[in-house]
Structures are given as C-alpha cells and as structure tokens.
C-alpha cells in the first residue's frame, strides 16, 4: 500500500456519525481553545461531519474556518451542520492532508482530530500542516490510543474486541495506537517547540454506556469496519457477533466503566 493511501477504518456508516457528530470543541479540543484569537483562521483537516468546524468557527468571529475531508460525500453533511449553526465564516473542500492545496504560511491554526492514526504517512502530513501553517502559528493534533483505553469490568469479549480492532486498522495502513506516538512523528518532521499532554473522554453513566457500547456493537456489525475486518480474513461473522455482544454485555454492568486516552501536540512554528 503506498504510503499516502491508507484507509479510513471506520467508514462513515450511521453508527460511526452518532459518535463523530457527539464531538464538540470543548470535549474534543479543550487543548487548543485556551490560544484561539478572534481573528484567526483556521485550517480544520479531518472534518467529517462538521460539529467541530462550527465550533471553532463560532469562536473566532473576525477569522474564518475551512475544514476539508478526503470523503467528499461527508461534506454536506458539514455543510449543513455550519448552516444550523449560522456560521458564515466557513467553508468545505476536499483535500489530502498528505498534499494540501494551500500555499506556504496560510492558516494560524491547522487542527486536526482523530486522522493521523488513519494516514499512511503521519510525518509527511505533519509536515504538510507545519507547512501551511504562519510562521507563529499552531499545529494542533489529537488522536486515540487504543492500547490505552481502558474499562471495567474485565472482559475477554471485550479484549478480542481491541486485538481484532488494532490488527484491522493496521492492515487498512493506519496505526491505532497514535496517541503516544504523536510527539515522536512531530520531531521527525522536523518541528521543536511542542507541548504534549493527554486528555480523556470517560462513559460511565448508564446513558453514557448504553450509547457507547451500543454505537461499538452496530460498527462491528455493519459498518465499513466490519467489511474491512471480514473481507481482510480477520474475523468471521460469528466472531464479530460475539464481538459485538460483548459490547452489549458490558454496557448492561451497572458498574461498567470506560476511558478513552488521547494524546495531544500543540506545535508553535518558528517565526
């Protein structure tokens, strides 16, 4: 596979927008708002649905938002999201984040959430978001690291869940463990003055296991996800029933508790 040509995983099957379109600024990006000016624009790679885009459009009232996918189908979506909001100062275009369209020292702000576990080549692509970003301005990325996640109580349906999900997203070009490597490929790609820190969602409520384990047992059975996974010979239907019953399961234990660890880079560019 080349290296600019991995696979998005997840797909963009109902049961994968019910948890992107729950993203928000405050719970995805809390990191990067403390350095958002009013001025700013903003480059938002990764987009998909569009929820965070207006977020961030809506806390730089004088600046301008773009957010761009490689899924071109995702966009309306956005589109339509941004126009909810009555957020004007925005727009959508596909794009590569391996090969951006935008000239040198563009954007204050290149964002991304959630893509580079997905990209074949992380360091290339932060070099393409250094690129476009002015001199001063910030690379900001977070991403999962699912060997981090971490739940209760125990499972053995629930670990067959994170060693099938890991193998399918390696075979798909992508490394699921991201989070702790996001500050390694940001030094090979040559940039310095980086803050690394950790955030974390958590689901512990019965509402917010019912949601979580419910939208994980429908991606392993029906999304782009489960394809990849049965037509890559890495799981059978059975396996992925059973898999997806244990996501149920867990959600009914009244003490079920579950963390998602990010890791986190904000990159100031050398003025």
Known sequence: ?????????????????????????????????????????????????GTITADLAALVPDGHVTGVDRAASILDQARATAAARGATNVDFAVADVHALPYPDDSFCVVHAHQVLQHVGDPVRALREMDRVTRPGGLVAVRDADYAAMAWYPSSAGMDDWLDLYERVARANGGEPDAGRRLRSWALRAGIRDITATTGTWTFATAEERDWWSGLWADRTLASTYADRATEGGHASVARLRAVAEAWREWGRQEDGWFSVLHGEILCRKDV
Not at 19 to 46: C, E, F, Q, V
């Open 1 to 49: 596979m080349p290296e600019e040509t991995a696979v998005y995983t997840h797909g963009h099957h109902e049961s994968v927008l019910r948890s992107h379109t729950w993203r928000t600024a405050a719970n995805s990006a809390a990191y990067l708002l403390g350095s958002l000016k009013p001025h700013m624009r903003i480059l938002d790679i990764g987009c998909g649905p």
